[in-house]
């Protein structure tokens, strides 16, 4: 079988998903069990991967599936607590207090408050937080979807306190003989870091300020009555200091901090700038834009998740005990990451399998405590005693939390052993490359030296077949880098596109959506998602690879491991 057929194949997975979701609007429960049995066919009798290893695989996917589902239940517990205590319906109030523009709650909510939460956490947690938060204030359920999924883009790749860049790039480039090669050249493997991640802040700066004004055109497009692409840009000035008020320091943090604060400070940071600004009412329109009525509202908008705001006899809550869990919950995940002792502590609660089935390199782990599921369940718990001193919305949260959480159960089920059936497939008998590694290698021998253009599209694939920036880094960054030295080009700008696109790709990546719509109870409607977030996602990666083309091309950018004729 020749490299274009194997090349198809390895992606027709993919495709099949793709078509399935997007194109027929199958619900992900139908489309990823087909999409799975598809891989496991070519896994077994194209690459000759062995039962055993495929199995293992799976297993190990279940394993992930666990820890993504812990972190979607904590996020709907925490607000299923709120929601029993009556801290939503002062939220909710707080919110329309600063402004009752439903564009800028979606850019304080889900741009500022989500991009610190992505810069604690990563996992996919913001959009488990924003969604149901917007939901919570008036959101229809599919335009809270929407904007917390636009969100796993600019912080991406800084998300969990750098872990795309420390974990994803470190272990997917052959650190040892690069380094070597740095050393020769009068450099050294921290130096380098540095650049790719100075490259990567500044790239997401560039093109992520414009996200908040997308956020809004997209918003009142899909979302308004007049169905008006310009409603969104009447908040352009708005939007474009929102988008500046996080990225400038997130550039700066990037650039003489290192990778593990720029979401963080740049989140922190545009939520103290951007709240005052809505508060004083600086460049807010003075046309204010909401929803039509709810009892407008098309059926494909609505989730399960309802939120009762009336008060139901309470003593109206104070909007700082109101927002003390989240307070609490940026505070924890923070401290989790960057204290070593706390860190170690919490990661000391582990449950381990290493080589499953006797397969190397195929392990699973699940830290309970560690992951941002357990810290969420814990200040949900701290909620219930500090806000009702009652234990009785715990239990109500726990009831509706667990039905919600089955249906996502059973689509990462099938979503994730998938994921890493291709992951895995580089061990196999017909010794092949892995299917992501072969589908690359496809694409880079087509476009030559025009690659930059298509660099941060290969890092995309690698996040929506995994879900993960961390992981597509891992997959493809060694793979980007000896593609930039084939061609005499800057491994470390082509390197900062790989990590660029990986965290773009997070917009369309599948078990994502599934997760970000079961904390609002829209599972089955995926594809409606994914035929919007598409949008965001092509406008990144098309404004990055115009970047990369002009970096290396125009401005003839170099590195010390450049390979000179």
């Not at 560039?206 to 004004?213: A, R």
Request: charged fraction near 10%.
């Amino acid at each position: 079988m020749n490299d274009t057929l194997l090349a198809l194949v390895a992606f027709s997975p993919i495709v099949v998903a793709a078509i399935l979701l997007v194109g027929l609007n199958w619900p992900a429960k139908k489309a990823m069990p087909v999409a799975f049995g598809l891989t496991v066919v070519i896994a077994l009798f194209v690459w000759d991967m062995s039962a055993n290893r495929v199995i293992a695989s799976v297993f190990q996917g279940l394993g992930i599936t666990v820890a993504v589902l812990w972190i979607v239940f904590g996020a709907i517990f925490l607000l299923n607590t709120l929601k029993h205590t009556g801290a939503i319906t002062t939220i909710r109030n707080g919110f329309t207090d600063i402004s009752p523009d439903r564009r800028v709650q979606a850019i304080i909510i889900a741009w500022c408050f989500g991009s610190f939460i992505e810069g604690a956490s990563g996992f996919g947690t913001p959009a488990a937080i924003a969604a149901p938060l917007l939901v919570a204030i008036g959101f229809p359920a599919l335009a809270a979807v929407l904007m917390g999924m636009m969100i796993q883009s600019t912080p991406v790749s800084f998300g969990a306190v750098g872990t795309p860049i420390l974990v994803g790039v470190n272990k997917g480039l052959d650190t040892h003989n690069i380094t070597e090669a740095l050393v020769a050249n009068g450099s050294n493997w921290d130096v380098y870091l540095q650049q790719i991640t100075t490259g990567v802040a500044l790239i997401h700066a560039t093109v992520g300020t414009l996200m908040p004004v997308l956020m809004a055109m997209m918003l009142t497009r899909f979302f308004g009555k007049n169905k008006s692409w310009t409603e969104g840009l009447d908040i352009l000035p708005f939007a474009l200091f929102a988008g500046l008020a996080f990225t400038i320091p997130y550039a700066l943090t990037g650039a003489f901090l290192g990778p593990e604060f720029p979401s963080l400070i740049g989140g922190l940071t545009g939520l103290a700038i951007v709240v005052t600004a809505a508060k004083k009412g600086f460049l807010v329109p003075k046309s204010t834009w909401d929803f039509r009525p709810e009892k407008d509202w098309p059926a494909e908008w609505l989730g399960s998740l309802k939120m009762d705001l009336s008060d139901n006899g309470r003593k109206p809550m104070g909007l700082v005990l109101a927002w003390m869990p989240y307070v609490l919950l940026a505070a924890v995940l923070v401290a989790s990451r960057v204290s070593t002792e706390f860190k170690s502590a919490l990661q000391g609660v582990s449950v381990s399998f290493a080589n499953i089935l006797g397969e190397s390199g195929i392990s699973s782990s699940i830290q309970p405590l560690y992951l941002p599921g357990g810290i969420l369940v814990f200040v949900a718990l701290v909620a219930v005693l500090a806000q009702s001193r009652s234990v009785s919305p715990a239990f109500k949260a726990l009831g509706e939390s667990t039905k919600t959480l089955i249906g996502a159960g059973f689509v990462l089920v099938f979503t994730i052993p998938m994921v890493r059936i291709f992951i895995n497939s580089g061990v196999n008998g017909a010794e092949l490359s892995s299917m992501p590694v072969t589908t690359a290698n496809f694409a880079a021998g087509l476009v030559g030296e025009a690659f930059p253009m298509l660099s941060a599209a290969v890092g995309a694939l690698g996040a929506f077949i995994a879900g993960s920036n961390t992981v597509s880094n891992m997959m493809f960054s060694q793979f980007q880098f000896e593609v930039a030295q084939t061609l005499t080009i800057s491994s470390v700008v082509i390197v900062a596109l790989q990590a660029v696109g990986a965290a773009a790709g997070n917009m369309i990546a599948i078990h994502n959506v599934v997760a970000a719509s079961a904390t609002v109870g829209l599972l089955g409607r995926e594809g409606a998602t994914l035929r919007r977030t598409v949008l965001p996602t092509i406008y990144y990666l098309v404004a990055t690879g115009l970047i990369g083309l002009l970096v290396i091309y125009g401005f003839k950018v170099t590195d010390v491991l450049m390979v000179r004729p």
